[in-house]
């Protein structure tokens, strides 16, 4: 029976994962790695140091900084996408999910952010959705990024549910991966083929209804 959602933030409850790619691209340029569409889109879903880490592969810089520099790189990053940050308005709530939170409410069901952004309290305050939710999982507290299941699964912790009792909404290939090996139930949004792995997939969160949702988790 279905008792909860677990969301990640970027991608799906606003369209912020915009700035951070942009941030990311900028600061790649600045590193003199040209970054190609397919490379900036594999840095969705994943945590700061490991975009990083990977931008830094994909330049063939992996051994040419230290991790003090590395982490001046990942601040400044995070500078520029808090600037954009404090532009965000309730406006920016992706299509479809003030409904869907609200289908949620109604069936009082627990909801938990499952982000790797530290900036997840700032992005929902700005939205004016942090009270819809029950809890949000602390990036710190992660010993693994996506795809492994650890944020899932802590998510699932602070719901005080099973991995049966929850439906969790990705918009990255390393997210639905981190879902789906935490023995959840996973709603891929975007990319058909991308996400082929997630249980029940939209093109875009304005195609997410709870109850075609619920339909398809009830069934499996």
């Known amino acids: 029976m279905l008792k909860g959602l677990l969301f990640d933030l970027d991608g799906v409850l606003t369209n912020s994962a915009k700035f951070h790619l942009t941030a990311w691209n900028n600061l790649a340029k600045e590193l003199g790695i040209t970054l190609t569409d397919a490379q900036l889109d594999s840095l969705r879903g994943i945590s700061r140091m490991d975009s990083l ?4 592969q994909y330049g063939g810089q992996e ?13 400044e990053k995070n500078a520029k996408f808090v600037e954009q940050v404090e532009t965000m ?3 920016d709530i992706l299509p479809g999910i003030p409904e869907l939170l609200a289908d949620a409410k109604k069936q009082n069901l627990k909801m938990v952010i499952a982000s790797a952004s530290k900036n997840a309290p700032k992005i929902l305050t700005r939205l004016g959705i942090m009270d819809e939710f029950d809890g949000i999982v602390d990036p710190a507290s992660l010993h693994h990024g996506k795809p492994d299941p650890e944020i899932y699964i802590k998510a699932q ?8 009792e929850v439906i969790s909404f990705e918009d ?19 990319d058909k083929e991308l996400l082929k792995e997630a249980d029940y997939i939209v093109p875009t969160t304005a195609d997410l209804k709870l109850s075609k949702i619920e339909a398809v988790f009830e069934e499996k």
Do not use: M
């Open 53 to 56: 880490n990977l931008i830094l």
């Open 63 to 75: 051994d040419k900084y230290s991790e003090a520099e590395k982490e001046k790189f990942a601040a």
């Open 89 to 91: 308005t309730p406006k």
């Open 157 to 164: 912790e602070i719901a005080g549910l099973k991995a049966d």
């Open 172 to 190: 990255a290939k390393a997210g639905v991966e981190a879902i789906k090996a935490a023995g959840q139930f996973a709603v891929g949004i975007g």
